[in-house]
């Protein structure tokens, strides 16, 4: 069992940064997979992919809304994920989770949500112009 919990998250203005922080703790460290994301929820949508990193390789992917302003990073000595975000707009305001595959023989980056089966509980960020 992986256990996720998020912090960072809050009020911010239009342009501003914000980063966010995921810390697991399983029974064992191989139970994080071979992966930790980030998703976001906004009110009355679905929830979207945001980015995802290998735990082992450090790979990462983003969706379309993240590439080339928020930066996804992990410290696996600390079992965290981290979601430093730039530039931040009023439509990135959203409950942004963190996630784990939990499958250490996973090959590819996962960005779907019934790939992640360990989820945190959610921090809000909200970002007002």
């Known amino acids: 069992q992986v256990q996720l919990v998020e912090s960072g998250g809050g009020m911010a203005q239009a342009g501003d940064s914000l980063r966010i922080s995921c810390i697991a703790s399983s029974i064992t460290g191989s139970a994080i997979g071979s992966a930790m994301g980030w998703f976001r929820q906004a009110p009355g949508k679905e929830r979207e992919f945001v980015a995802v990193i290998g735990w082992t390789n450090g790979r990462t992917r983003y969706g379309d809304s993240a590439k080339g302003r928020f930066t996804i990073s992990k410290d696996n000595a600390k079992n965290a994920v981290y979601l430093q975000m730039n530039s931040l707009k009023p439509e990135d305001t959203a409950v942004y989770y963190c996630?784990?595959?939990?499958?250490?023989?996973?090959?590819?980056?996962?960005?779907?949500?019934?790939?992640?089966?360990?989820w945190g509980q959610g921090t809000q960020v909200t970002v007002s112009l």
């Open positions: 996630a784990a595959d939990g499958d250490s023989t996973r090959w590819w980056l996962p960005s779907v949500e019934y790939e992640y089966p360990y």
